[in-house]
């Protein structure tokens, strides 16, 4: 009964691959995000979503293509990974009537070798 | 977007009482305040929001002053499993700017025996 999950909870990949990462909420939040979380903890925000329409894109590299099939889910596909892209990505998910109350899923780490 | 500014480390033993101040001199009328707590390895938890004046829950406590230009966390009793990072977050993201709450880096607390 997990809030929100994502998978893989760990990736590791080669350089010039392209890998997803799954996000599956249960709450009936209406908005998800993808943040990015660095070797020192900054934690950014990437992209949002509400009711499956993106709201939020942060300067993001195009190789990172967001894709929400329903307002359960949101999926992160990256293409032509590189080292730099190596870092915890977290999904998490809100009810837009309410400000800054979101709920994390536990990370997905993933390291570009 | 409204930046805080909070310690970059504490440290308390088992039993006492930790307060993180986080200050937001230009915190707009709208802005809530929000914090969370991040263990290692696992996605940032929502501990308390407040708008002005106090706010308790069976967590922590938030004091905020009368020109909300600061904020402090109040963990009654710390125990070891509190030792984490706390993040202070100000602003208002609902509507079209979902997502756009500022992070920074956090305050780790560390608790010892």
């Known amino acids: 009964d997990t809030a929100v999950s994502q998978t893989p909870k760990y990736l590791v990949t080669q350089m010039g691959n392209d890998k997803s990462i799954k996000c599956e909420q249960n709450?009936?939040?209406?908005?998800m995000y993808w943040y990015k979380q660095d070797s020192k903890k900054f934690l950014k925000i990437m992209f949002s979503?509400?009711?499956?329409?993106?709201?939020i894109n942060e300067t993001v590299p195009n190789r990172f293509s967001p894709k929400s099939p329903d307002k359960a889910h949101l999926n992160l596909h990256i293409n032509s990974l590189e080292l730099g892209d190596s870092a915890v990505y977290f999904c998490?998910?809100?009810?837009?009537?309410?400000?800054?109350?979101?709920?994390f899923g536990s990370g997905t780490r993933l390291t570009v070798v | 977007l409204a930046k805080t500014t909070q310690p970059i480390s504490m440290d308390s033993y088992e039993g006492q009482e930790v307060n993180i101040t986080c200050s937001h001199n230009?915190?707009?009328?709208?802005?809530?305040i929000t914090w969370y707590q991040q263990f290692p390895s696992q996605g940032p938890r929502f501990i308390i929001q407040?708008?002005?004046t106090k706010v308790t829950n069976e967590v922590a406590s938030l004091f905020i002053p009368a020109d909300r230009k600061s904020s402090t966390l109040s963990l009654p009793r710390v125990s070891l499993s509190d030792t984490a990072v706390y993040y202070c977050?100000?602003?208002?993201?609902?509507?079209?700017?979902?997502?756009?709450?500022?992070f920074g880096r956090g305050t780790q607390l560390t608790v010892w025996p």
């Open positions: 998490a998910s809100s009810d837009s009537g309410t400000s800054g109350a979101y709920t």
């Open positions: 709450l009936g939040h209406d908005t």
């Open positions: 979503y509400n009711n499956k329409e993106l709201i």
């Open positions: 230009n915190i707009a009328t709208n802005d809530y």
């Open positions: 407040g708008y002005k």
């Open positions: 977050l100000v602003g208002d993201d609902r509507g079209s700017t979902l997502g756009r709450l500022y």
